[in-house]
């Protein structure tokens, strides 16, 4: 169904991980490089690649490292690549919630700090590790917040945390089902209770590890919300880099607009 439409705006992917050798993405320079060549042919024109960084590790070798890996990508992917906008942040892993992260390079941009909690686990007290962040003048974006086992059984703490003003940032994977029901299910409910922010592929560099942010905007387009899917994956990650308002994103019922479209089209083809 996704060939049917294309992005009549560029697509900003603000978390993936093509820093080549410093996480568990990709491998190599030349794997980042075919999948930014990718990325280009899906019209995805900006990309910020945050590769994982705990909380505890800000202010170690380990970061320079990373900052000097990015650069060598970044000089090889502006003479091969140049269409692709390439910038470098981080996933923060708050693993110690009273580290100073107030390190202006950490920055997605704008004002904002990608981060997740550890091992992909729901935390005891998950709202004063956002607020640790919030503290020190971040507007916190969560990364994959579907994803965090036990979420589904305890939404509210969505609620809670967008209300605290935490930006949510949706892995394209789990409206693919690439990362188990039960995100799925979580990705599938933010979008129909317009809980979403924005889109992101968490592309890891790796075939087979995550799907590209064009396959989310493709999904939703194809339910009749090309609005929808503008929002999420262009017009917001470019508000958040930018340190402006997101738009607010309508609630879309995506499960059913599916549906309702593949009726039609078996329909039409029956005639």
Same mark, same amino acid.
């Given at each position: 169904?996704?060939?049917?439409?294309v992005? #009549?705006?560029?697509l900003v992917?603000?978390?993936?991980?093509?820093v080549?050798?410093?996480?568990?993405?990709?491998?190599?320079?030349?794997?980042? /490089?075919?999948?930014?060549?990718a990325f280009r042919?899906a &019209?995805i024109? &900006?990309?910020?690649?945050?590769?994982?960084?705990s909380a505890?590790?800000?202010?170690?070798?380990?970061?320079?490292?990373?900052?000097r890996?990015?650069?060598?990508?970044?000089?090889?992917a502006d003479?091969?690549v140049?269409?692709?906008s390439l910038?470098l942040?981080f996933?923060i892993? /708050?693993?110690?919630?009273e580290?100073?992260? #107030?390190?202006?390079?950490l920055?997605?941009g704008? $004002?904002?700090?990608l981060?997740?909690?550890?091992?992909?686990?729901?935390?005891a007290?998950?709202?004063l590790?956002l607020?640790?962040?919030?503290?020190? $003048?971040? *507007?916190?974006?969560?990364?994959?917040?579907?994803r965090?086992?036990? /979420? $589904? *059984? #305890?939404?509210?703490?969505?609620? *809670?945390?967008r209300?605290? $003003?935490?930006?949510?940032?949706v892995? %394209?994977?789990s409206?693919l089902?690439?990362?188990?029901?039960?995100?799925?299910?979580?990705?599938?409910?933010?979008?129909? *209770?317009?809980?979403?922010?924005?889109?992101?592929?968490?592309?890891?560099?790796r075939?087979? &590890?995550?799907t590209?942010?064009?396959?989310?905007?493709?999904?939703?387009a194809?339910?009749?919300?090309?609005? %929808?899917?503008d929002l999420?994956?262009?017009?917001?990650?470019?508000? /958040?880099?930018a340190?402006?308002?997101c738009?607010?994103?309508?609630p879309?019922?995506?499960?059913s #607009?599916?549906?309702?479209?593949? &009726?039609?089209?078996v329909?039409?083809?029956?005639?």
């Amino acid at each position: 169904m996704s060939g049917d439409f294309v992005p #009549s705006v560029p697509l900003v992917d603000l978390h993936c991980h093509l820093v080549p050798g410093v996480d568990d993405g990709a491998r190599s320079t030349e794997d980042a /490089i075919r999948w930014l060549e990718a990325f280009r042919d899906a &019209r995805i024109e &900006r990309v910020v690649t945050t590769p994982h960084l705990s909380a505890s590790h800000i202010s170690s070798s380990w970061r320079d490292r990373i900052e000097r890996r990015f650069e060598d990508l970044k000089r090889e992917a502006d003479e091969r690549v140049p269409e692709v906008s390439l910038a470098l942040s981080f996933e923060i892993r /708050i693993d110690e919630p009273e580290t100073d992260m #107030s390190d202006e390079r950490l920055a997605l941009g704008g $004002g904002a700090l990608l981060v997740e909690f550890p091992q992909l686990m729901l935390p005891a007290y998950p709202d004063l590790m956002l607020a640790s962040v919030s503290n020190q $003048g971040w *507007r916190p974006a969560l990364a994959h917040p579907e994803r965090y086992t036990g /979420i $589904g *059984r #305890s939404y509210d703490w969505i609620e *809670r945390w967008r209300e605290s $003003g935490v930006l949510m940032v949706v892995n %394209v994977g789990s409206l693919l089902g690439e990362h188990g029901p039960e995100a799925e299910r979580v990705a599938y409910q933010m979008l129909a *209770r317009g809980h979403a922010d924005c889109l992101a592929s968490d592309h890891h560099g790796r075939d087979g &590890r995550s799907t590209m942010l064009r396959a989310g905007w493709d999904r939703i387009a194809a339910a009749g919300h090309e609005g %929808v899917a503008d929002l999420l994956a262009s017009a917001n990650p470019e508000a /958040i880099l930018a340190g402006e308002p997101c738009e607010p994103v309508p609630p879309v019922d995506l499960a059913s #607009s599916l549906v309702r479209r593949l &009726r039609r089209m078996v329909r039409g083809s029956e005639r």
